[in-house]
């Protein structure tokens, strides 16, 4: 529990840990009320003072209102490192490194649609292999898979799995330099090797949604969406590479830190100086899981774009089926941000958070730079989810940051519990939602009343003035492990 963690509140929707021991900086926690008295429930603010102890770590240690425990980090945390003096720390990326979502619009509409949901969601269920340990469709060579690993989605995109436009709507066009075959072990390739184009378990899911209430009509155009609208978002990262890879690190960087004598209050906290070479070595790895999130959600969105086209017996011309973006949540990046009134180049740690970077910016594509970068905060898969552009503010206020999704409120020993006896399947149909899925675990761990209520997630960072409304979707079908 919590209790013993001192909060005070800067406004309804900010609150501040203040710094004493051997933080260096504060910590801030982005909730109201009601969510906090959940938010103590977990050892999740034990680690946002946690994070505030790491080497170089710059104003603040934050948290998003969806925050719950994780690794090292909390889900929902935020924590920007010097270059020169500061750390990398794999817990602030998290295991499923790039994790991610992306959504794709469509040009049909919920009343086209419905009549042939129960099809398109079996042949989705079909055209996309799910659940732990899945192998899929693509096998590669160990050419293409050093390819992928260095080119990301764009790699996918030359094999005819999208268009080049798709990278125009990615972050980082779909791309991150740096990836090395050297810096990964065996055991992570060999993870990784057969699982590309798979949408594995947990969390993963592929969803269709209605676009079925919007915000700001003039961001909704610019984004491609319009009322009724059916749209697929897809959730999902870089399998059990990344996570292998991930494990690997830990090991390495706990061993770095006893040469070192780098001391924190938690072992999860693993870490190794940006500028080292376990620092460089794990980046580069990782960077290799960054490309390969980016390559397997570029694909499953192929996959799904076919089994449109089967369904309904229509070309990419009546579909549409544009992406209208891809968002990173388990990552890390060098960005240039404000610090005490001067520009410095820094290391964003985004564990279980997105950026949210407001008009103007230059590391948002120019199709977008006019309106700002949009932002996706899935809720579970029985209520709503929502699109939301990023304001001015989150560069003072969270290094460009907001939330990855509603968090969980129940744990998944707890969520089965509940579950225990219950027909979810049968209920989700009964609220005009056909949900398939590998096994009845998965959707019981995964139950709504597993997450936090996603409207009240968002209106605490529209409310903070982190992120605004754009549009809420509602799912109709919903695939998962």
């Known amino acids: 529990m919590n209790e013993e963690i001192k909060l005070e509140k800067i406004h309804d929707y900010l609150w501040e840990i203040p710094q004493k021991g051997g933080m260096r900086v504060p910590g801030r926690v982005y909730t109201n009320e009601k969510m906090l008295r959940d938010i103590r429930q977990d050892k999740s603010l ?6 505030a102890h790491l080497p170089g770590i710059q104003k603040y240690s934050i948290a998003m209102p969806d925050i719950h425990w994780g690794y090292g980090f909390p889900i929902g945390g935020i ?29 049909l509409t919920e009343e086209e649609v419905r009549p042939k949901l129960r099809d398109l969601v079996t042949e989705l269920f079909s055209c996309v292999p799910c659940g732990v340990g899945v192998s899929g469709k693509i096998k590669l060579s160990n050419k293409d898979y050093k390819e992928l690993i260095e080119k990301g989605a764009k790699w996918a995109i030359e ?15 779909g791309s991150f330099r740096g990836g090395d075959v050297d810096t990964i072990s065996k055991k992570a390739l060999e993870r990784g090797k057969d699982a590309i184009g798979t949408l594995g378990s947990g969390n993963h899911f592929l969803e269709v949604d209605v676009v079925d209430q919007i915000y700001k009509p003039g961001v909704a155009d610019a984004f491609g969406l319009f009322k ?3 749209c697929v978002q897809i959730h999902c990262g ?7 890879i991930c494990t690997d690190y830990i090991d390495i960087m ?7 004598g780098i001391n924190l209050p938690d072992k999860q906290l693993a870490c190794a100086h940006i500028k080292s070479e376990e620092g460089r070595d794990y980046l580069s790895a990782f960077a290799a899981a960054v490309n390969y999130a980016w390559a397997n959600r ?7 774009r076919d089994a449109f086209y089967s369904v309904f017996r229509i070309g990419p011309r009546e579909l549409g089926g544009h992406l209208v973006y891809d968002v990173s949540h388990n990552i ?13 180049k820094v290391c964003v740690h985004r564990k279980g958070a997105t950026r949210a970077f407001p008009k103007n910016h230059p590391l948002i594509p120019e199709i977008y730079r006019e309106v700002g970068q949009p932002v996706f905060i899935p809720g579970d898969m029985g209520r709503a989810s929502f699109v939301l552009v990023g304001t001015e503010a989150t560069l003072d206020e969270t290094f460009g940051s907001c939330c990855h999704g509603a968090g969980r409120v129940l744990s998944r020993k707890k969520a089965l519990k509940s579950g225990k006896g219950r027909n979810l399947f049968a209920e989700l149909e009964g609220k005009g939602i056909i949900a398939m899925a590998r096994g009845k675990r998965t959707v019981a761990e995964e139950m709504p009343e597993a997450y936090k209520e996603v409207e009240d997630v968002c209106d605490v960072v529209q409310n903070a003035g982190i992120a605004e409304k754009v549009a809420r979707l509602r799912p109709i079908g919903v695939i998962k492990g």
């Not at 870089?238 to 292998?244: E, I, K, M, W």
């Not at 990046?333 to 001067?342: L, M, P, Q, V």
Request: glycine letters at 12%; charged letters at 30%.
């Open 79 to 107: 924590a920007a490192m010097n270059v020169e003096e500061g750390v990398i720390s794999p817990g602030g990326v998290g295991y499923d490194i790039n994790c991610g979502v992306r959504l794709m619009a469509t040009n």
């Open 228 to 230: 009724d609208q059916v």
């Open 238 to 244: 870089s399998r059990g590479f990344g996570h292998q």
């Open 46 to 51: 034990e680690q946002v003072v946690n994070v």
């Open 332 to 344: 890390a990046k060098f960005e240039e941000h404000k610090i005490n009134g001067k520009t410095k």
């Open 298 to 304: 570029q694909i499953i969105m192929a996959f799904a």
């Open 159 to 173: 094999r005819g799995w999208g268009d080049r436009e798709d990278l125009e709507r990615i972050e980082d066009h």
């Open 254 to 260: 706990l061993s770095y830190m006893r040469k070192e």
